[in-house]
């Protein structure tokens, strides 16, 4: 199953996104940020590609700041 | 052993505490937001969990915005350092710590002017004074919340008011209150609260925090520190992105852990619970060492105004003298002097000799409080040394 991973400026960002979704009911990861994605050395948020809107649509909600939102493998 | 030293660290500390401490170091040793692996997630959000907690014992609407410092000391160092620029002013009070008055003297000389508004010799201040001595310049209003020299409580809203009114910025000192007393940084109008994990919040000393309201400007606030953040890694340069532009460097994250435990703990019991307690025994307290002769006491004398802080002189006594014996007698731990305080001390006419502070806490009880004030008497009965 295709999944896509959200990038975020800090790891604090991360963290908390990890607890909305999982809150949401979503299933989620938090990995190693993808080298092709990103130079930063931080943690990125991996999910199942079918839940993009409801990831984009749940932490928008929650006001949480990204960096972007990207289809994973 | 009887321990009156609460407004200088708090001890026993809960259990929780110091098992969130050990746990911390066993099972999640590592460094958070730096590698991505389990250890190091698992220590990201345990103080992601702790950053959350002080957000909702203060009611700060963005845990992101909860920067973590070793003491209150580095988080009014951070705050004022990092706000304030030549040509800007700053108002304060006459009853502040060293904390806050050794880093705007040391901005004093770099071009920040300052007015120290005077207290009432109880350590009360009038927010019409501070209101009084605002300029167009005075970019903050920077004050503590309780005198931990004679527990006095500072009228936070009111100065905020005025603050707010000119544009300014209010920041708290909440060294004492913090846990103890309750705080809501919308409510109240605290722009930045300066906080410390070691007293009433119960956590480990190397712990404390700032957090930053809406009201200020994260790019006009510069960090006391650069360096590793774990995120922007491909830039020179400190990220712009809270809480990582404040935090460079690796976080204590074994004292975090154990201050979430200790914030958690607070939550659990309820501030205005521990509040009650504390006036409970600030009463037993006040009115026993005011029927004793020869004791003179500072601050405003009503528990409800106060903390649960307590400063005395006897007449023809060090103080010295009587911590001394408060100690090797009577296994009573006090603090004796000025309190890293000076202005305090001078407000309420104790400069330079100090006083004797008998600070309770959460795990105080009243028959410590009346063992404590029976020490004094009996003390005092004794001809001086």
């Given amino acids: 199953m295709p999944t896509g991973v959200v990038i975020f400026h800090t790891s604090s960002a991360a963290i908390r996104s990890e607890k909305i979704l999982l809150k949401g009911g979503l299933t989620v990861k938090l990995i190693p940020t993808p080298r092709e994605f990103s130079s930063d050395c931080g943690i990125a948020l991996r999910f199942e590609w079918d839940?993009?809107?409801?990831?984009?649509q749940l932490l928008e909600a929650a006001g949480v700041e990204l960096a972007s939102i990207r289809r994973f493998r | 052993m009887i321990y009156l030293d609460h407004a200088a660290t708090s001890w026993p500390k809960p259990p929780g505490v110091i098992r969130a401490m050990a746990d911390y170091?066993?099972?999640?040793?590592?460094?958070?937001?730096?590698?991505?692996?389990?250890?190091?997630?698992?220590?990201?959000?345990?103080?992601?969990?702790?950053?959350?907690?002080v957000a909702e014992l203060f009611h700060a609407p963005d845990p992101l915005r909860v920067i973590f410092t070793l003491n209150a000391t580095h988080a009014i160092n951070l705050a004022?350092?990092?706000?304030?620029?030549?040509?800007?002013?700053?108002?304060?009070s006459g009853i502040e710590h060293n904390s806050v008055m050794r880093p705007l003297r040391a901005l004093e000389n770099r071009g920040v002017r300052i007015t120290v508004v005077a207290c009432n010799t109880d350590g009360s201040l009038d927010p019409a004074r501070v209101a009084a001595a605002i300029t167009p310049r005075t970019r903050m209003v920077a004050i503590t919340h309780a005198s931990n020299v004679t527990g006095t409580i500072l009228p936070v809203r009111e100065v905020a008011e005025a603050a707010h009114n000119a544009g300014a910025l209010l920041l708290l000192d909440a060294a004492q209150t913090a846990g103890v007393l309750p705080i809501d940084v919308q409510a109240m109008g605290i722009d930045l609260l300066a906080f410390t994990g070691h007293k009433g919040l119960q956590g480990p000393p190397g712990t404390g925090g700032l957090v930053i309201g809406e009201r200020v400007s994260i790019g006009q606030m510069e960090p006391l520190v650069r360096g590793g953040t774990?995120?922007?890694?491909?830039?020179?340069?400190?990220?712009e992105d809270v809480p990582d532009k404040f935090e460079g460097g690796t976080a204590n994250g074994c004292g975090i852990a154990g201050l979430g435990a200790g914030v958690r703990w607070i939550l659990s019991r309820g501030v205005n619970a521990i509040r009650s307690h504390e006036i409970e025994l600030t009463r037993v307290l006040l009115e026993g060492l005011r029927a004793i002769p020869g004791i003179t006491m500072y601050g405003v004398g009503n528990p409800s105004a106060c903390t649960a802080v307590v400063s005395f002189t006897m007449r023809g006594r060090r103080v010295s003298e009587i911590g001394l014996q408060l100690d090797e007698e009577y296994g009573i731990m006090c603090r004796v002097g000025l309190h890293c305080a000076p202005a305090a001390h001078r407000t309420i006419g104790t400069f330079p000799e100090g006083t004797v502070r008998?600070?309770?806490?959460?795990?105080?009880?009243?028959?410590?409080?009346?063992a404590a004030v029976d020490a004094v008497a009996e003390i005092a009965r004794k001809p001086a040394s």
């Fill in chain 2, 25 to 53: 170091l066993e099972s999640a040793g590592g460094n958070p937001g730096r590698s991505g692996h389990s250890l190091s997630i698992e220590a990201g959000r345990i103080i992601y969990a702790a950053r959350e907690a």
């Fill in chain 1, 51 to 56: 839940e993009e809107a409801n990831v984009r």
């Fill in chain 2, 230 to 239: 774990g995120s922007r890694s491909e830039h020179e340069f400190q990220p």
């Fill in chain 2, 80 to 92: 004022l350092c990092g706000l304030l620029r030549p040509g800007d002013h700053v108002v304060t």
């Fill in chain 2, 358 to 370: 008998l600070a309770a806490g959460i795990s105080t009880d009243s028959g410590e409080i009346r």
